[in-house]
C-alpha cells in the first residue's frame, strides 16, 4: 500500500496528492551512479585520450562501465535487502509472529543495533502476548465457573457473551443465544432504569430476588452493556437456616438448664409424697423443692421475656435530641463509680431519645461493671466525624477475652447477664441508620465502644431494613 501511495502520490494521511516522487530503491541507485559518473567520465576520457589501440579502449570503457554499474547496483541491493528484511519482521509483528528473529543484530553495527532492538522488540511483544492469553483464560475460567449470571450486549441490546450461570438462568445454550436481543431473554428491562437495583423476578431457570448490576464498557470503539444476576434466594435461605439453628440451639439449651432441675426436684418430692411414714422435716423438704422449681421456672419466663423484648424493638420515635443532655443524663443515671464526661461540640441529631438512651445505659453499665473488678476508671466523650455523631465509651476493665460472640443473642460472661444488652444496642443502633463497634483498647487494658450515629433521621428504605434484620 505505502508503495502504491508513493507511486501515484496520495499522502496516506488524506487530503491533496502530494507530487510524485521517485521510489526509495530508485532513488539510491541514482545516488550511485551519480556518486561514480565523474570518476567514470574522467577515466573513459584517459582511456580515449591516451595512446591506445581501438580494442583496447573499447575493451577497458566496458570493463570500467559495467565495474560502475556494477558497484551502484551493488550499493542499491545492500541498502535495500536490510531495510526489505526490517519490513518483513515488522510485518511479521504485526500479524503477531513473533518466531521470526533477525541476522546480524549487534552492538558494533548501526544497522545490527537497529535488528538488534527488533529482536528486542518481538521478545516483548511475545512476553505480553502470552501474559494477555493467561489472563484471559484466566478471566473467562472465572466468568465461566462463578454461580453469578454475567451477560454482555452490544449497543443493539443483542447478547454477544453469557456464562454458564447465565445459560442455566435463560433456559438456553450459548449458541442458541448469542445474537437475540435483552428483550428475546426477557432481560430487557435490566439494560434500562437503574443501573443497581433488586429484582423480584422469575426466569426459565429460577425465580426469587435477584440483586441486578449493569455497567457499561467499549469493544471496538462501540458501547456494549454488562449485566450481572446475582440470587439472592439461596443464600438468604442459608442464612435463615442458620438463623433458625442457633435460635433452636439456644432456646433448647435454656429450656433443658430449666426443664432438667424442675423435672428432676418433681420427682423427688413425688417419692417422697409416696413414702410412709414421711419423714418429721418432709414439709421443709416440700418447701425447698418448691422454691426450686419456681426459681427455674421464672429464670425460664425472664429468659422468654427477654427474648421477646429482642424480636419486639419498636421502630423509633424520631425527635430533635441534644447530644449533650443525653449523654448528661445517661452518665448521672450512674452512681456505682464516678464517670467523666469529656464535652464534645453542640449536636442535634434526629433520633428516638428512650432507644438511645437504653442503648447508652447498656454501654455504659457493661463499662463500669468491668472497671468495678480492679478499680478503673470510664469516660465518656463524643465528637463530630462529618456528617455523623460518634460517642465514644472507655474502660479500664481487663478487657475482653473473645470479641467473636459479643453480638451472639443471650451470650454473656457474666453470672446473671441475660446476653441480649449488646444484641438490642447494636439493633437500635442499626435502626437509626448507624453502627456500634466493641473491641478491646490499643493504648491501655480496657475496652472501648465505639457508637456511630447520622445527625439527619435516615431514609425510610435504611429503618426497614433494621427491622428486617431482627432476629425471629
Known amino acids: 500500500m505505502a508503495e502504491d501511495q508513493a507511486t501515484t502520490g496520495v499522502s496516506p494521511f488524506g487530503g491533496s496528492p502530494r507530487p510524485h516522487r521517485m521510489r526509495f530503491e530508485m532513488r539510491m541507485l541514482s545516488l550511485a551512479l551519480f556518486a561514480g559518473l565523474p570518476a567514470v567520465i574522467v577515466t573513459v576520457l584517459l582511456l580515449w585520450i591516451g595512446d591506445y589501440s581501438s580494442p583496447t579502449r573499447w575493451t577497458l570503457t566496458f570493463f570500467v562501465v559495467a565495474l560502475w554499474l556494477g558497484a551502484a547496483f551493488t550499493l542499491r541491493s545492500r541498502l535495500v535487502y536490510p531495510l526489505q528484511t526490517l519490513s518483513n519482521l515488522l510485518g511479521a509483528l504485526r500479524e503477531e509472529d513473533y518466531s521470526l528473529r533477525a541476522r546480524d543484530a549487534r552492538t558494533d553495527d548501526a544497522l545490527g543495533e537497529v535488528m538488534l532492538e527488533v529482536n528486542a522488540l518481538s521478545d516483548a511483544l511475545r512476553g505480553q502476548r502470552l501474559g494477555t492469553m493467561e489472563a484471559t483464560a484466566l478471566l473467562r475460567k472465572v466468568v465461566e465457573e462463578i454461580d453469578v449470571a454475567v451477560f454482555s450486549f452490544d449497543n443493539e441490546h443483542r447478547l454477544r457473551l453469557m456464562n454458564r450461570a447465565g445459560e442455566r438462568l435463560v433456559g438456553l445454550p450459548n449458541e442458541r443465544a448469542l445474537g437475540l436481543t435483552a428483550a428475546e431473554l426477557g432481560l430487557g428491562d435490566c439494560l434500562a432504569g437503574e443501573s443497581a437495583k433488586t429484582l423480584t423476578r422469575s426466569f426459565p431457570g429460577g425465580s426469587g430476588r435477584w440483586d441486578m448490576r449493569r455497567s457499561t464498557f467499549r469493544e471496538g470503539g462501540m458501547p456494549h452493556d454488562l449485566l450481572v444476576l446475582t440470587d439472592l434466594s439461596r443464600p438468604l435461605r442459608e442464612e435463615e437456616r442458620q438463623a433458625w439453628q442457633r435460635l433452636i440451639r439456644v432456646i433448647g439449651h435454656e429450656l433443658n438448664n430449666s426443664l432438667a432441675p424442675i423435672k428432676s426436684m418433681a420427682g423427688t418430692l413425688e417419692m417422697m409424697l409416696r413414702r410412709q411414714p414421711r419423714p418429721t422435716d418432709w414439709e421443709d423438704d416440700m418447701r425447698h423443692g418448691l422454691e426450686v422449681i419456681e ?48 464535652p464534645g461540640p453542640v449536636l442535634t441529631l434526629r433520633a428516638d431519645p428512650d432507644q438511645l438512651e437504653q442503648l447508652l445505659i447498656n454501654l455504659l453499665r457493661n463499662a463500669v461493671d468491668a472497671t468495678l473488678q480492679n478499680g478503673g476508671r470510664v469516660s465518656v466523650s463524643w465528637a463530630r466525624l462529618h456528617d455523623q455523631l460518634e460517642v465514644c465509651i472507655q474502660d479500664e476493665g ?69 427491622h428486617d434484620t431482627i432476629a425471629p
Do not use: M
Request: glycine share 6%; net charge positive.
Open 295 to 342: 426459681s427455674r421456672a421464672a429464670a425460664l419466663s425472664r429468659f422468654l421475656d427477654a427474648y421477646a423484648r429482642l424480636a419486639r424493638l419498636p421502630k423509633p420515635k424520631w425527635q430533635n435530641v441534644e447530644a449533650a443532655e443525653l449523654l448528661r443524663r445517661v452518665v448521672e443515671l450512674e452512681t456505682r463509680t464516678a464517670v467523666t464526661l469529656t
Open 398 to 466: 481487663p478487657g475482653l477475652s473473645n470479641t467473636s460472640n459479643l453480638f451472639v443473642p443471650f451470650f454473656t460472661t457474666k453470672p446473671t447477664g441475660s446476653g441480649i444488652g449488646l444484641v438490642l444496642s447494636r439493633q437500635i443502633a442499626e435502626a437509626h441508620g448507624g453502627t456500634l463497634t466493641l473491641e478491646n483498647r490499643k493504648d491501655r487494658a480496657g475496652c472501648e465502644a465505639r457508637l456511630r450515629l447520622p445527625l439527619q433521621q435516615p431514609s425510610i428504605a435504611l429503618e426497614e431494613n433494621a
